[in-house]
Structure formats: C-alpha cells, structure tokens
C-alpha cells in the first residue's frame, strides 16, 4: 500500500498509504509533499508530456521543454535493499490496506484486528523508494544552461541540504531524499549547469516513502538507477507475461488492455505469495458492487488466483449474521459479492473451492432470504413487496430500488448454480429464492412503470419511463412526486447512474422485451450526451444492453465517447467523475477493460459471441486481430483474424479445447466498408448481421469470407 503520487506539471512528489497521505512526526503530523522543479520555473508557455514505459509500465516517462533544455524524467518505485522481484515482495496485510482506504468499514473484531497488525505492518526493515532520473539535454547550436531545484517538503518545514553526501534531511536527522550529479553527491540544493550543444546530464534522486536514517541513505546512494529500472521493468513485464493476451489494431486500446490490467494490480494489497487481497477502487475500499469489473477481469485474463483471493476479502470480512459491507454503508454488496463469486466459479469450475466457501455463501443467501421476508408486508403491494430496502451507493436513499434488487437476484441465482452439484437440495432452495425475488421485480416494474409517465423522444416518439425504485411515480429528475435530487454534479445521477436500466444487466429483463427497449430509449434520450451518462459514465450499463441488443453502432459510440473524455490519454488512468474528482480510479478503468472484453468476446448462454462489438476499422486490410488463451466460461479459448482484403478475405481461426465446450460460435466479421460476404467456409452467414455461426462448435474452427473486388 505505499505508493507514490507524481504531480500531472512534474513539479512534486507525494507518498502516500494508499488512500491517505504519509505523516511525519517532523512535519507535526501533517502530510508531507515534496516539491522540486525542473528548469527555470513557471512562464508564460508550457511543454509537458507523459507517457508510460512501452506504453504500458507504471515506469512513467515525463518530458519538459523549456526552450533548447529538455528535461526528460523517468520514474518508478522499487525496494530500498532489495531487488525488485517476486519472491522479495511482501505485500501488506489486507486489513491494514483496507484500513488506509478511504471510505473503509470495520466491525468492532475487524478494528482490533487492524490495530494489532498495524506495528508489524507500518515498520518493515526496508522502505519503498522512489526512483527518479530527470536527464538534461541541451538541443540547441550554442551552451545552454539546466536548472534543477532538488526536492524539499511543502509548507515550511524545516530542513537542510548537505552536499557532500547529497542527502535532505528533515530535522531529526532522517533522509528524505538522496541526490546525485552524474554518479557523485549532488553538491548544492539549486544548480545551473552550463551543457555544450548536444551535451547532457543526469541527476539521480531517490526518495523513500518515509525519510531514512543516514547509514541506510549511504547504503541507497550506492544503488544503481539503472539496475533499480531494468528489475522493475522485468518484474511488470512478467507479470504481463503471465496473463492473456489481447492484440487489436488500435495502439491506444492495445496498451490500455495491458497498462489497465497492471493498474488494477498496482492497488490490489495483499500478503505475497497467497494472502487475502482487497480489490480496491482508487483511493478507496472495496466494493462488492464497485470491485466487481477488477475481479472479474482478473479472470479474463487468466488470473484465476489473484480474482480467488481478491474474493476471499468480501468472505473474511463478512459478518456474521451473513452481511456483507465494506464501504460507506453501502447495502448492496451482499449481492454484488456474490454475484461475482458466481462469475468466478463460471470460469474455473472449481468444486472444491465451492466446498470451502459454501457455509459463508449459504450464509450471505439467508441474509438475503431474511431482509426479504422483512418487505413481505400487505401494505407493501404495488410498493415493492418482497423487495429489499437500503441504501445503494453515496446518495442516502433508502428505497427499494431496483439496482440493489437486481443484485441480489444475480447474486442468489449464481449461488444456486455454484452450488447445484455440491449440494443440490441447497442449490434449488436458493434457485427457488431467485426466482421468487425476480418475479417480485418485474411486478413491481409493470406496477411502476405503469403509474409513470410517457414523455417525448427527440424522435418524435413518446416513452414510458421508470423511478429507480417503486416508490417513487417517475424519474426523479422530472420531479414528478417533488423533492430534491441533484447529486453529484448532474441532475439525473440516481435515475440514470443507479437507474432501473440495472435490471437488464442484471438478467431481470431480457435485453429484447419492450420494457428493456423503453428504459434504454427514455434513458439515452434524458439522460445521455453523445450516448454517454452524466457525472460518472461508468456506473451506467447501457451500453452492455446496447451489445446484447446487437446496436454495434450505439455501444461504439458510447464505448469511444466515453473512454475519450474520461481516461488520462498519457498515462491511461481514469478520473471518477467529468468534474475531475478522485484520479486514478480503479473502478472506471476496469469497466472500460470489461466494455473492451465484451467487444471482443462475449458468453449468451451456450453461445459463444466473437467480436460482436468490435469497429470496421479494426478488419482493413492488413489488419489483425488475436486473443491468445483469454478466459471464458467455456475454458480458454484463442482466436485470430487476419483480413486480407487485398486479396478479397478476411480469415479467422478459433480454438477453444475444453470440457465445456460451446454449442455454437458466433463470428462476427464486418467488411470496413459495409459490404456482405459473396462466399463463406466454415459456418453458416447471416448477412444482416455479418455473423458467421459454427454450430455444433468441434473445439477448433476456421472460417473464411470472400469479397468481391472493388
């Protein structure tokens, strides 16, 4: 959990317990934030770029240029003694990161077991430690100067600089940054250098993630900067080469497939090599709800061990009466938690994992059974009777609503299928349960979407519409009953962001039956800028329900307008919300890498859904396309799309060889230019729809489509 924060002007340097920022007894406690400076300072004009190693290492990569000077910056965090690898890394005990987070929740047993961790946890024998290198370079025809002011910390704390060893010091004699010119002790706080035309030069700073004593500090200047970057470039690129891999033709969503999945596990704390690990979301705690796409794409790729321990979080954390919670007092995460246990055993049809767990799931479905009985009250009908109530996310709403509903229905009909073949007098208790619940959902849909009102398209078209909970008599955001409900910098977060188009992801409508296709119309039309929701675009699942619709059209635009005006286009992290509050957000990320996953592959049941939302674009001629063991819940699978339009096909190859085979494959190939097909090998055409479908799928499949000649 002691990770570093990189000004966006590389100008400071923040360390930080994850959500919170490093104190100090020498700065009285308050956070520290080290401040430095390349070049001559603030001006008039500004030339800033970032960019990540190979575009997809948290090894950041930062050019300034002022003027002829270009101050090129590299910068990643390693081990104080020890080399940057797997068997050295020892994570941080779940709980303890857990209770850095922001927004966490703890039981009274949780909070004692948290402070009796905290020694051991908060005093290891070494320190992470930032590594920088900011190399000068003077691209002009005559002797330029390079300036560098080295790093000192904010607010007026007092400190000195000693040049002949090149250490700050804070007051108590502890080392906050170890400095070097060239290899040698940077001898001075502030430098000019003169270069000659094409000349350079390297200052080396290191920075651990709490100041040092001076034997440590000698010890660190004496490590190599180099060595530090080639054991952290190796240890992220075997990580990487451990997963899936994903190859499209788009350079920019190419490595944020891979720069996304390393995101995800630079925040997701443990203790190596099998602890329990806490998915977190940005800055804050995990979620059942939020953590969900994190683990899920664990999966995808192939990490079935990391997604299993992440999981083992909401199961070690749960409370006895069968309750899950972890953030915010948000009520929906017994669920949600659930239903992505449930997605996990989908993959890896581990029996015995089931085993282990069944007590904690059969505890968390009674919970669930029991809050139910709660709102089994006559004077609950057309009300949401046998609906769950509580409160589903930042806004205090404590209503029946349909997204928490829908949770819980996924997360009991995962359990009853988890648990089908262990138990199955279990299994068809919890089916029955399921069923129940969402049968009480879709009346109380019917019952509220017929007391609400229809209202005008910009297509001309009028549109029934939908409260987020049964409740109320229409969308919140036309005031139909009253009251205030702007939150979170939009007027239609709840209707749209916790909306009742949840119940279509959430398999309670079927994505082609008429109120799906009314929630999606009323939603897109009120509720959307250029297809994408307000605020916080990534709590809106429209754009699946668009992809199970087959509107390829309408989910690229969402999928496109969405990743552009939200994700940092240098270093691929996402903001949380338009009004840039919380960076880095683990949660919107991994939504875009599941969005990306469905374009590319995507289960219906016993289907089995090949690039159903992938652009035209990405079939020109000369293009690819190449998963490589990705994980499904049919097994692994690996597909290759070559299109060789020159030569009037494009060619396909899928091998999936598994136990659980699909029955059929859908394969879709569109022509760049819209054209159909003039001969298909390998399956069966529907030129409407540009699939090819190969069923009964054998395991291995090859199919080819010729074209005419332009």
């Not at 282990?356 to 004077?379: D, G, M």
Request: net charge neutral.
């Amino acid at each position: 959990m002691r990770i570093f924060n990189l000004s966006e002007r590389l100008d400071w340097i923040e360390p930080r317990f994850h959500g919170y920022e490093v104190t100090l007894e020498e700065t009285g406690q308050r956070p520290v934030r080290y401040q430095f400076l390349m070049g001559r300072g603030w001006g008039a004009t500004e030339s800033i770029q970032r960019r990540l190693e190979q575009g997809v290492l948290p090894i950041l990569e930062g050019t300034l240029t002022d003027e002829e000077i270009v101050y090129r910056l590299i910068a990643f965090a390693g081990l104080e003694a020890s080399p940057l690898i797997a068997d050295r890394v020892r994570g941080t005990h779940f709980l303890v990161a857990d209770g850095h987070s922001r927004g966490h929740m703890f039981t009274k047993e949780q909070e004692a077991e948290f402070r009796s961790l905290l020694p051991e946890e908060m005093n290891q024998p070494e320190e992470t430690v930032l590594y920088v290198r900011v190399t000068a370079t003077n691209g002009g025809r005559v002797p330029r100067y390079a300036f560098f002011k080295n790093p000192y910390p904010a607010g007026g704390v007092a400190y000195r600089f000693e040049g002949a060893m090149g250490f700050a010091r804070l007051e108590s004699g502890r080392v906050f940054a170890v400095s070097k010119l060239n290899g040698r002790p940077l001898a001075q706080e502030e430098v000019a250098i003169l270069l000659a035309p094409g000349e350079a030069v390297d200052i080396d700073v290191y920075i651990p993630h709490r100041p040092i004593p001076a034997e440590r500090a000698e010890r660190l200047r004496q490590v190599g900067f180099e060595q530090r970057r080639a054991e952290c470039r190796r240890f992220w690129t075997g990580k990487l080469a451990t997963a899936a891999r994903i190859w499209v033709p788009e350079a920019r969503i190419r490595e944020m497939i891979q720069a996304g999945l390393l995101h995800l596990d630079l925040i997701t704390y443990g203790r190596e090599p099998l602890g329990t690990l806490t998915p977190t979301i940005g800055r804050y705690s995990a979620i059942g709800s939020e953590s969900s796409p994190i683990v899920q794409f664990y999966d995808s790729m192939g990490w079935h061990s990391v997604a299993r321990r992440a999981l083992q979080y909401f199961l070690d954390k749960q409370h006895d009466d069968g309750f899950i919670q972890n953030f915010g007092g948000y009520m929906l995460e017994t669920g949600a938690a659930l239903w992505s246990l449930g997605k996990h055993y989908r993959y890896t049809r581990d029996e015995e994992w089931v085993r282990r767990i069944a007590p904690k799931l059969i505890q968390a479905c009674r919970y669930l059974q029991q809050w139910r009985r709660r709102n089994q009250r006559e004077e609950l009908r057309g009300r949401g009777w046998g609906m769950l109530d509580g409160k589903t996310a930042d806004p205090e709403d404590p209503f029946r609503s349909f997204m928490l509903n829908g949770y819980a229905y996924l997360g009991l009909s995962r359990i009853a299928e988890m648990l089908r073949s262990i138990n199955p007098a279990e299994a068809e208790t919890w089916r029955r349960e399921a069923e129940a619940l969402r049968s009480d959902i879709r009346t109380a849909v019917a019952e509220a979407m017929a007391r609400s009102p229809v209202v005008p398209l910009a297509n001309g078209a009028w549109c029934p519409t939908l409260a987020p909970w049964p409740e109320s008599r229409g969308p919140l955001m036309l005031f139909v009953d009253g009251g205030k409900w702007f939150t979170h910098g939009a007027m239609s977060s709840r209707d749209s962001l916790l909306g009742p188009i949840y119940l279509v992801f959430q398999e309670v409508l079927d994505p082609r039956e008429p109120a799906a296709g009314f929630l999606l119309d009323f939603h897109n039309d009120l509720m959307t800028s250029r297809n994408v929701a307000f605020s916080q675009p990534y709590y809106s699942r429209h754009p699946l329900v668009h992809l199970r619709r087959g509107e390829v059209k309408a989910f690229l635009k969402a999928y496109y307008n969405t990743v552009a005006s939200l994700a940092d286009r240098e270093t691929y992290t996402f903001w949380e919300h338009f009004f840039g509050a919380s960076p880095h957000k683990t949660h919107e990320e991994a939504w875009f890498l599941m969005e990306t996953r469905w374009m590319l592959y995507l289960e219906n049941g016993p289907v089995l859904e090949l690039l159903a939302g992938v652009p035209r674009a990405w079939l020109e001629s000369g293009q690819r396309i190449e998963l490589a063991n990705v994980a499904s819940y049919f097994g692994p699978l690996s597909l290759r799309v070559s299109s060789r339009l020159d030569e009037g096909r494009i060619e396909a190859v899928l091998e999936c060889h598994s136990e659980r085979p699909p029955a059929a494959v859908e394969l879709r190939l569109p022509h760049p230019a819209g054209r159909r097909a003039i001969s298909v090998s390998g399956g069966s055409y529907d030129p409407a729809r540009e699939r090819v479908r190969v069923e009964p799928f054998a395991g291995r499949a090859e199919v080819v489509l010729r074209f005419s000649a332009d």
